[in-house]
C-alpha cells in the first residue's frame, strides 16, 4: 500500500482530470472546484496536525518531543458541506498524546467555506499570495490565524507551484477538435467586486472535455483575449475544427485574428 498524504493523492487526481478530461456530460469546472477545495482543505488538515505534533511527516522523531506531542495514527473520513456539495477529507489522527488532538480547523471550515469557494478559482487563475492563504484560515471575528504562519508558508509554496505546473503546461498532446472559449464574472476576495476570469476548454478527438487555460481577464478586450489565446498556442496549442463563443466584440475579433477566420460558432 502507498504510503503517501491525501493531499498527495488529491494532487494526483487533479493532474489526471486537467490532462485526461472528463466526459462530455460532466461539469469540468464544477469538478475542478470540488477538487480544488478538497486539495486545499486536506493540506490544511495536515499542517494543522503538524503544528500539534512539532514536526513534519517525514522529519526523524525526538522521543522526548513524540512522548508529550504523540504519533500519527492514520484518518477518518469525514465530510466539509460547500456551495459546491459534501467535500470529502481525510482526517489526521493523533495517539499518545499528552492532551487530545482535535481539529479546530474543520469547525472553523464548517462555517468559513464559502473563503475557499473564492479562492479555488483564483488558484487557477493566476495563484495564490501569502496574505491570500492566510485570509482564508483567518476567524475575521477574532483575529485568529487557524494554523501557523509557516504552515501558511508551506500551502502556499505548494499551490504556487501548482499553479506554474498548470498554466505553463505543454498543451501539445492534448488532440483538441472544438474549442469553447467564455468569460465568468466571480468575487475573488472578500469584499472585491466581481473580476472577470477568462475560461477554455476543449473537446478532444475521443470525445473528452479537458480544461486548457483560466486567467484574469476584467476588460475583456480583444487585446486580452487574443493575449490568452496566444499563452496556449505558446505552449503547442493545436488548431481546432471551430471555436464556440459568445458574441462580445472583443473576443469575435481575437478569434478571427488568431484563429485565421476558422468556423466560430455561438
Known sequence: MRKVAPSEMVREQIGRTLSGGVDEQTNLLSTLAQLGMKQLVQQALEQEQEDFLGRSRYERRDEETTSRRGYRNGYEDADLSTAEGKVGVRMPQVRGSSEPYHSKLMEFLAGNSEALERLVTEMYARGLSTRDVEECFKDHDSGELMISRSAVSEITD??????????????SEIEVEYLFVDAVYESLRRYGAKEGIL???????????????????????????????????????????????????????????????????E
Not at 225 to 232: A, P
Request: charged content about 25%.
Open 158 to 171: 505548494q499551490l504556487w507551484e501548482d499553479y506554474r505546473a498548470f498554466s505553463e503546461r505543454d498543451l
Open 199 to 265: 475560461c477554455c476548454w476543449a473537446i478532444t478527438t475521443e470525445g473528452r472535455k479537458v480544461l486548457l487555460h483560466l486567467a484574469v481577464g476584467n476588460k475583456e478586450s480583444e487585446a486580452c483575449w487574443t493575449e490568452f489565446f496566444r499563452d496556449m498556442i505558446g505552449r503547442g496549442l493545436r488548431a481546432p475544427t471551430s471555436v464556440t463563443s459568445d458574441g462580445a466584440p472583443g473576443l469575435i475579433q481575437a478569434i478571427e485574428q488568431v484563429f485565421n477566420n476558422k468556423p466560430r460558432q
